[in-house]
Nanobody
Framework: VQLQASGGGLVQAGGSLRLSCAASGRTFRVCAMGWFRQAPGKEREFVAAISWSGGSTYYADSVRGRFTISRDNAKNTLYLQMNSLKPEDTAVYYC???????????????????WGQGTQVTVSS
């Protein structure tokens, strides 16, 4: 699976962005997918994840209620709708995929085998 993230940019606090992650390969439809982010000087952290069917979603406490993860398996695309953005959301956002992820591994970067290149999100105050 190859992943290409896009949709990042500069936005004012309180604004919205929608990230997309286009995937190649038929195995996308059986992959659990996740979004992670990494700010300068910090470790990569979990943001959100979704099961292969889209029936289960998982969120970090810091984004729950503001971000929504979704997927369109017909289009091989993963999304992250980000609302009420805060300056602390500034980071490079990465999408990730794995075809055999257990539910306990959704939250950890090491559980994912495939990664996109990242897209920069900058939120100004």
């Amino acid at each position: 699976v190859q992943l290409q993230a896009s949709g990042g940019g500069l936005v004012q606090a309180g604004g919205s962005l929608r990230l997309s992650c286009a995937a190649s390969g038929r195995t996308f439809r059986v992959c659990a997918m996740g979004w992670f982010r990494q700010a300068p000087g910090k470790e990569r952290e979990f943001v959100a994840a979704i099961s292969w069917s889209g029936g289960s979603t998982y969120y970090a406490d810091s984004v729950r209620g503001r971000f929504t993860i979704s997927r369109d398996n017909a289009k091989n695309t993963l999304y992250l709708q980000m609302n009420s953005l805060k300056p602390e959301d500034t980071a490079v956002y990465y999408c990730a995929a794995d075809p055999s992820l257990s539910s306990s591994d959704y939250y950890t970067a090491r559980g994912y085998d495939y990664w996109g290149q990242g897209t920069q999100v900058t939120v100004s105050s």
